[in-house]
């Protein structure tokens, strides 16, 4: 059986307060889905806006070994700020939403 990363608790807590915030405008929510190896963190934007339908993702955080990957960031301040608020070490995050060449002028994890 699958042990829960320790990271699991935090991500979800960070990602739920996030999908509890409404929109202005339009008839849009947020939905989070957790896989079922709770090791990918999908929040997105449902919905209708100006009678256009909405279906996008805001973040994608994936757990690989010890790091969390950022694949996706769509908030305005930054999921990997929130991470580092909370005590995850800037080295055991990943913006993989950067090329690999970009990562190692970050101050956060190359891989």
């Known amino acids: 059986m699958d042990t829960v990363h320790p990271y699991h608790q935090t991500i979800t807590e960070i990602l739920q307060e996030y999908a509890k915030l409404p929109y202005a405008h339009g008839n849009l929510t947020r939905k989070l889905v957790i896989g079922e190896d709770s090791k990918n963190y999908v929040l997105l934007t449902v919905?209708?806006?100006?009678?256009?339908?909405?279906?996008?993702?805001?973040?994608?955080?994936?757990?690989?070994?010890?790091?969390?990957?950022?694949?996706?960031?769509?908030?305005?301040?930054?999921?990997?700020?929130?991470?580092?608020?909370?005590?995850?070490?800037?080295?055991?995050?990943?913006?993989?939403?950067?090329?690999?060449?970009?990562?190692?002028?970050?101050?956060?994890?190359?891989?």
């Open 47 to 111: 919905g209708y806006l100006k009678g256009k339908r909405v279906h996008g993702c805001v973040v994608h955080l994936e757990v690989i070994g010890d790091k969390i990957w950022i694949h996706e960031d769509g908030l305005e301040e930054g999921i990997a700020n929130d991470l580092v608020r909370v005590g995850i070490p800037k080295d055991r995050i990943v913006l993989a939403f950067h090329p690999p060449e970009v990562r190692p002028y970050t101050e956060f994890a190359v891989s």
